[in-house]
């Protein structure tokens, strides 16, 4: 039914109206929830094959029964006297047809007025009467035929149910007609394999019969007598858990990955009490792949995960659930016969020994007790209490109170994005400016929460994902960013863009692909990155920090000094031959500890659960092992080829001992390197080379660029000592002083003394300033010939030229100073000030 959801309420449409499907079903959680039952009836599992077939506005009720009836009694050939049915009591439609078509007498057409036989999807939404058939096993089974005080006997036995989805409800408690009424029908496989091998029992048929030896071989105890029960129950839990791990879950205290716990610690309390006492669900395992796994290729791909997460629950759950068990003893001690399990001690079990509230029931039933779930949950809340005064105790804000209330109240969001980029959630809250509302209507940006979401929440350096969210009402929105708060809430920034949206919606939820595609590119090649570097620098190499975005990926880490091109060539080649080695990248659930002694590295003062999740990538060809291995919560690859391309961009110090290397992967390194390209190309073209030709050109031409500037500064120079015909070598006199200044514009100011030296000897006696304008600066070179270096100082002159030109000081002696200034525009004026100090102190007499 869930997938054709949106079929249904006409959401969606396909091209087709009709349909039949085999769907994996879990009744362990939630709505439907058969835990309890099983191991304990004939009929129930936590994880069962449902069979169906579907009629979207296509066929209705008649053909429907027509279809069911030929199918049970033709194809099947099903003895019609053991058959029944039973019809929602005001539903004399159906009631007539299975008269009409089966020729079933009216005492076998059982009326039935609960909501059983009366299925909605919700308050809202389509719904209908439903209509199954049951399967009579014979009187020498206890129970009774539906709608009788013991019909939960395993006599009678419902097969299939048909679902005649004919209203609508709007949610105010009114129905009305849908004008193409739909058919949904589920018929379990192994109820009606049960029938048609002739067995009364599931757990009779041959699927079961095997799985059941295969742990009554490994345990030596007989499926007899009290023991039978525990024997079903791992049997069934065995291809839940299994299933499950196939389908991307892995054991947690949130959410699926709860329920995958609740069924894994139960099925080993009955291994327990068949007396093992080393782990013995993992090798159950082959036969459960050797009865499933070709029908299932997804049990036997992830057969290695599904080993390991077992063993691994198994190894941690064996010792505590020994002591819990020995402390339930101990208290069941102390209780009157019919008294109920107190609150505190099932809570105790559970949060310090790992037993679910469902494994207690569970131990207890065999006594008829029962716990005191009331007194669970009150216990759970005062300990949640206390959780949350611990942490605004470490001096967080006391806006989290919200959060933690929305906690408290909520649960936790579970996060799918492993698996998932599409999901439907429920939305738990919208907060605007700190407040909770709601609604909201277009136009407003909110956050939301919702009980579960494939949004990953920035963290671990990995940027928080993005896409759009629609529901009913024509409620659309964009999330902008997604974050965690107190570790246990994804929230989604939302901006709406149409419609409404209320808290209590059901919404669904879309992350951008491409986007998180680059950022699972960027993220795996980190860690590629990470290991790359460590292995070909040491293992000093430490993470300092990362940012892994979708556009690039950024990495710090500690290592003394810069690499150099040799070093980033040799990293950048390694991490691009991982790539082409194209692995899968393996995701695997373990202990902190065995990761730690798996080689996985860790991050310094971090902090981690008991469980993390290890990402391994990469062959080392040196040593046949994972190339990287490291613990990490974020997205990844599946695949080290789709990364498909690596290149550095950048390498830098951030603070000392910490450098930073800069990143791209995918189409963003393939365009980067076009980028290059172009730049090679169009400077190329430019110097009208071939870009292979290019350095040598550049050589070229920056040797032609030196000597030319030597032959131009000595052009200038000769041309300054009047050599030419330049007007600037005169001579002046003033006063009795003669006085050669002249503005030399790009001549080194390396070269103003031996101007200076060979134009002091051409004068014989007398003052030289020479004014070398350089990119607007100056440098200024004054000499005095010894015979006058008495009456004016050439550091004094050089001085008052240097103030002229916007600078400070200068220095030298008497017969040859320097100085320079910023203000090359002023050559002339510095001169001037040179020529009224000479006359200043050197005046004619009057
Ligand atoms: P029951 O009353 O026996 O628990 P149900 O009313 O819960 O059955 P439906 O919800 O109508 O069953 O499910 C449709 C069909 O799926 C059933 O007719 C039955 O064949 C099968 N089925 C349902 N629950 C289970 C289960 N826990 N294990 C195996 N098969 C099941
Ligand atoms: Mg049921």
Redesign the pocket.
Known sequence: MVPFKNVFTGAETRDYSRAVSSQK?L?AGGK?N?LD??GYTA????F?E?LGNFSFGDYFKDQAIGFAWDLVTGTFGLDRDRLLVTVYHDDDEAFDLWRKIAGLPEERIIRIATS?NFWSMGDTGPCGP?S??FFDHGTDIPGGPPGSPDE?GDRF?????LVFMQFEQPGDGTRHALPKPSIDT???????AAVLQGVHD?YDIDLFKKLIAASVDLTGVKAEGKERASHRVIADHLRAMSFLIADGVLPSNEGRGYVLRRIMRRAMRHAHMLGTRAPLMHRLVPALVDEMGTAFGELRRAQPLITETLKLEEERFRSMLERGLRLLDEEVGKLSPSQALPGDVAFRLYDTFGFPLDLTQDALREDGRVVDSAGFETAMAEQRAKARAAWSGSGQKSTEKLWFDLRDEAGGTEFLGYSALDAEGKTLALVKDGERIDGVDAGAVVQLVVNQTPFYAESGGQAGDRGTVSGDNGFEGKVLDTRKQIGALWVHELEVTAGSLRVGDVVHLHVDADRRNRIRANHSATHLLHAALRKHLGPHVAQKGSLVSDDRLRFDFTHPKALDADDLAQIEAQVNALIRQNGDVSTRLMSYDDALEAGAVALFGEKYGDEVRVLSMGNDTQDDAAYSVELCGGTHVHRLGDIALFKIVSEGAVASGVRRIEALTGEAARRYLLDEEALLRSAAAQLKVAPADLPERVSQLADQVKKLERALSDAKKALALGGGTAKGADTETLGDVVFLGQVLDGVNPKDLRGLADDAKKKLGSGVTAFVAVNDGKAAVLVGVTDDLTDQLSAVELVKVAAKALGGKGGGGRADMAQAGGPDGAKAETALEHIREMILRVNAPAE
């Open positions: 079903c009744r439907h058969d039952n099983v009929r129930h599992h936590t069962f449902m059983d439903c199954e058939i939960d036995i419902e097969i299939w149910n589920g018929m379990g496989l192994e109820r009606i599931n």
